[in-house]
């Protein structure tokens, strides 16, 4: 895979999908953990002489102009957080944006409008990823988090232009690479969230390379119901508790599952709680781990010397039921600090977990992709890793 070093940027046009899909609330953006990742391949091109023409998705407009998902306050925001001066693209393809693209200025920024307005981009229709195309000299992919989708503008454009990875893109796939197939030992793996369906492929592929599989969130409750255990009104996965039983009856001696648990009578954040060994009562559901698995989790995590984690180990936006996902990020940062362990964090769960605890800066790589972390430690092929290697 071709890698900036690869290309001559000078005097070039350089067409960069890139991951702007960001949180926001009434047009104020409320995460730029993503944005800010993009900052050293803009910054990269600049430096080289060339003129970064920027393209993403924003939320899930149904192929056509909605002003709710609008790049234009993304752009707004990059010109605050960049020396060069951004110029925003109302267009994504036409003659429109080819002449905002070659009217932009000596060192500028460019930004295309939502490349999800183009009916289209999600069936990576041959026609639009050549319109694309034409707005750059060479590709730059730099967008992780969309790279398990065969887009227009992840995969058909690298077709039509010499391509590489962009620093974020090589990074992220550097790092995973690394966890996965030249782990230092001991390597764990956590997972959480909510549901067992979503991990199933990455928990058969993990189970083997890792000494330790930690389960926790709502996901562990389908488990504990296919062993038989008593989950009360927990959340299950009727369908997938034979599953979940096969899976740990396979890797037993690897899959870790939670012993005590924090509950509450209902989903909320005032709920009554407390904490109880083994089965959980009916009339009660559980909402974390309990402090006898975090002890056991945290002591597994930081005398690890490899560490992947995706999915938090309970409701971690309820301050009562934090105390596990919280108790994880700490035993990674002191992993990380104690034996410079390589800690591999993603999920947007995870990282706003991560964030909330003021240690996003304590762990070494926090990947910007969720679903396509997931697809990685899967072994899949990535649409768009797969394209840049044409």
């Known amino acids: 895979m071709n890698t900036l070093s690869d290309l001559d940027l000078k005097g070039q046009r350089v067409l960069v999908r890139v991951d702007f899909n960001v949180p926001m609330d009434g047009g104020t953006i409320t995460d730029d953990t993503r944005i800010q990742a993009a900052l050293p391949t803009i910054q990269a091109i600049l430096d080289a002489g060339g003129t970064p023409v920027l393209m993403s998705h924003l939320g899930r407009p149904k192929g056509a102009p909605d002003p709710q998902y609008s790049l234009r306050p ?49 069936a990576n229709d041959a026609d639009l990823a ?27 454009v690298a077709e039509h232009l010499p391509h590489a990875a962009g620093k974020l893109l090589a990074t992220e796939v550097d790092f995973l690479t690394k966890a996965l197939d030249e782990p230092d030992r001991p390597f764990v793996a956590v997972l959480g969230g909510a549901k067992v369906s979503d991990k199933i492929g990455v928990i058969q592929a993990l189970a083997p390379k890792v000494d330790h599989l ?96 995706n999915g938090p180990m309970g409701v971690f936006e309820m301050e009562p039921f934090a105390g596990g996902t919280l108790a994880v990020a700490e035993a990674l940062a002191e992993a990380t600090r104690e034996h410079d362990a390589l800690t591999v964090v993603g999920g947007g769960d995870s990282v706003a977990a991560l964030n909330q605890a003021g240690l996003a800066d304590a762990v070494t790589h926090v990947s910007t992709g969720g679903g396509a972390m997931l697809e990685f430690m899967e072994g899949k092929t990535l649409p768009g890793l797969a394209a840049l290697d044409s």
């Not at 960049?82 to 693209?101: I, M, P, R, S, W």
């Not at 409750?221 to 996965?237: H, P, Q, W």
């Not at 989903?267 to 559980?286: N, Q, R």
């Open 74 to 122: 993304v752009a707004e925001y990059l010109d605050r957080l960049t020396e060069a001066d951004v110029v925003f693209c109302e267009e994504t393809v036409g003659d429109a944006a080819q002449a905002c693209v070659d009217g932009a200025p000596e060192g500028a920024v460019v930004l295309l409008e939502n490349t999800r307005f183009l009916p289209g981009e999600t």
């Open 214 to 309: 930690l389960i926790g969130g709502a996901m562990a409750y389908t488990f504990l119901a296919g062993l038989g255990r008593t989950t009360g009104d927990s959340l299950v996965e009727e369908d997938r508790k034979d599953e979940a039983f096969r899976l740990y009856d396979q890797f037993r001696d690897t899959i870790v599952l939670p012993t005590d648990h924090v509950v509450g009578d209902r989903f909320a954040a005032d709920a009554e709680t407390k904490v109880v060994d083994g089965d959980v009562p009916d009339g009660f559901l559980g909402l974390d781990i309990g402090p006898q698995t975090r002890k056991a989790y945290a002591d597994l995590v930081g005398g690890a010397r490899t560490v992947i984690w």
């Open 130 to 156: 050549r319109q694309l195309a034409r707005l750059g000299d060479v590709f730059v992919s730099d967008a992780f988090g969309s790279v398990h989708r065969a887009h227009a503008s992840t995969a058909g």
